[in-house]
């Protein structure tokens, strides 16, 4: 069955530089999450999409922004990167009017 | 959303069941208790949820108690592989509402 595809799977960056992660959800499902895992955290919820309009917002930094296109997916962008943004990056989908959300490998992004 | 409450870690011998417990006591009405499972920095893999009756699928059982304040989560015959951190999460699950906020779960240690 097909499954959530994240890429880059692993990103390097330096301090100041920007990102990008996309997500590209099951077929058929209009609802996108983000979620940020630190290490030796627990994931936290960033920003969700439905339908290709954000349907909330968690705690995301003023320098990330997210879009979801017209096939459904999702990037994340992120600027102005710093040590801190160093995680794990998990998008996950569902399709409306569902309970269950299918999470992606994750994005293992390290700012140097 | 409902916060709700974990112990840190449970072990558990294979092939016996793995009952792990949470409260939740400020759950609303309609929110629905889900359970997701996270196997070393893999994307969180959903278990199971529910509402009011209890629950079961292939994996697990959900039983929750009657006044909804708590909620366990039974694996009948726990193998190394159950071996994750285990979250319960109190969510509306809709497309606009269904963000999860991960708490710090319990570490299910399966042991030979």
């Known amino acids: 069955a097909a499954g959530v595809i994240q890429s880059p799977r692993h990103l390097i960056k330096e301090k100041r530089e920007t990102a990008t992660l996309k997500c590209y959800p099951i077929?058929?499902?209009?609802?996108v999450y983000w979620y940020q895992q630190g290490p030796g955290q627990d994931p936290q919820f960033l920003i969700s999409f439905y339908e290709k309009m954000q349907s909330d917002k968690g705690s995301i930094p003023d320098r990330f922004s997210a879009q979801q296109f017209s096939d459904y997916h999702s990037e994340l962008n992120m600027s102005s990167l710093e040590l801190g943004d160093s995680a794990l990056y998990f998008c996950?989908?569902?399709?409306?009017?569902?309970?269950?959300?299918?999470f992606g490998p994750g994005t293992r992004l390290t700012v140097l | 959303d409902a916060k709700t409450t974990q112990p840190p870690s449970m072990d558990c011998a294979e092939g016996r069941a793995a009952n792990l417990p949470c409260n939740h006591s400020t759950i609303s009405g309609n929110e629905y208790v889900y359970w997701y499972r996270q196997i070393h920095s893999q994307g969180p893999q959903y278990i199971i949820h529910g509402l009011k009756n209890n629950e079961t699928n292939e994996m697990a059982s959900l039983i929750i108690t009657e006044d909804r304040k708590s909620s366990t989560l039974i694996l009948p015959h726990a193998t190394l592989r159950d071996t994750a951190v285990y979250y319960c999460i109190a969510s509306h699950g809709s497309s606009n509402t269904g963000k999860l906020i991960f708490g710090q779960g319990t570490t299910l240690q399966v042991k030979p």
């Open positions: 077929p058929r499902h209009d609802t």
């Open positions: 996950a989908s569902s399709p409306s009017g569902y309970n269950e959300q299918f």
